[in-house]
């Protein structure tokens, strides 16, 4: 062989390297929580029976039964997530996947997926992130740090809400949280469909949990592929404690739950 083609050869396989690599990635992906490691090969076949119907079988969202639900089901070839413990812009944990499916997102199609077990649960996360090249282009970024609760109190409440106003959530979500804020009915998700902001008052469940820390996190990190945004650069932690203070004030319903601003004969009742 001339040097001539040796090195036609080797540029070639540097050529096809990466898209070999990322097509064995698409079998060989792995997920990782705790001590469960996940398979995509057997997550696989667990899709094709549980999930496929909704998120297709390409992954891309059009499931037979897409057509028929609002929001409509993830597109998994975008690799946006919208629970991640991870900041705005960054794939999500592994543990992030595995949360969501075991909780499902509520007020939507998305199913609670309480039969499969933690096993099942890992390996359909290890084949959810077979569909976009940045599971294995890209490494997640470090979570979003949750700082200590501070204290329930009216300052807290009183400063939350000046918090909601001086960072207009109230543009989406409205003066009072029920979702009708002035830009409320011209807002778009990543793929042009309408969507619309969380209406507080309503009390139910979070699309990506229920506890305060969560609803600390979800704003912390904002829901990737909406326009919810991140607010971890504009708010200190205390501010944002205050904050999850104040929106607890507008669950009317939240009451019984509520292990923090009704617990302390808080919340303003309207
Ligand atoms: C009946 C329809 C339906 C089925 C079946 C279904 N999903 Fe979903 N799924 C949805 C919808 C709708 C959404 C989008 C909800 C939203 O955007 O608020 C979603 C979103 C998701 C997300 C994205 C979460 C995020 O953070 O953005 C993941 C991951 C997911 N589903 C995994 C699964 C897995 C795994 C299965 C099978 C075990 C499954 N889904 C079965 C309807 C479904
Ligand atoms: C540009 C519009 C916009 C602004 C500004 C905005 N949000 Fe949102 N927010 C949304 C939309 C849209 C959703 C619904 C996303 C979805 O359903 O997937 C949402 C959802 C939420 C949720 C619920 C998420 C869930 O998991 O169900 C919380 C909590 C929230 N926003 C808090 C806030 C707070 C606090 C602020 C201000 C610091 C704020 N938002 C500012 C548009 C906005």
Redesign the pocket.
């Known amino acids: 062989m001339t040097w001539t083609r040796i090195r036609i050869l080797l540029v070639a396989t540097a050529i096809l390297w990466p898209s070999l690599l990322s097509c064995s990635g698409v079998f060989a992906q792995q997920s990782k929580i705790g001590n469960l490691t996940g398979q995509a090969k057997r997550g696989k076949e667990l899709y094709g029976r549980y999930c496929v119907g909704c998120h297709g079988s390409r992954g891309d969202g059009e499931g037979e039964n897409a057509a028929y639900l609002n ?1 409509k089901p993830r597109d998994f070839t975008m690799g946006l997530f ?2 991640r413990s991870t900041p705005s812009g960054s794939i999500p944990l592994d543990s992030d996947l595995f949360d969501t499916v075991g909780r499902g997102i ?2 939507t199609g998305m199913p609670r997926w309480l039969p499969l077990t933690p096993q099942n649960r890992a390996d359909l996360v290890a084949y959810v992130k077979t569909f976009s090249g940045r599971f294995v282009e890209e490494k997640p970024d470090k979570p979003v740090d949750i700082a200590t609760e501070t204290p329930v109190t009216p300052e807290s409440i009183q400063r939350g809400s000046e ?2 106003q001086s ?3 109230f ?3 409205g003066e009072k949280g029920r979702g009708d ?1 002035p ?1 409320a009915s011209s ?1 778009r ?1 990543s793929k042009e469909n309408p ?4 209406d ?1 008052t309503i009390g139910t469940r ?4 229920e506890s305060d820390r969560d ?1 600390y996190r ?2 912390m990190t904002g ?1 990737d592929g ?4 991140s ?1 971890v650069n504009w708010v200190t932690p205390a501010q944002a404690w205050d ?1 999850v203070h104040y ?1 607890r004030t507008l669950q009317a319903d939240y009451g019984e739950k509520s292990k923090t601003a009704d617990h302390k004969g808080l919340i303003a009742r309207r």
């Open positions: 929001p919208k629970c509520d007020t918090v909601y960072l207009k959530c543009e989406c979500h804020g830009s807002l998700d969507i619309v902001p969380y507080f979070f699309k990506c949990g609803l979800i704003f829901l909406t326009p919810m945004p607010y904050l929106l």
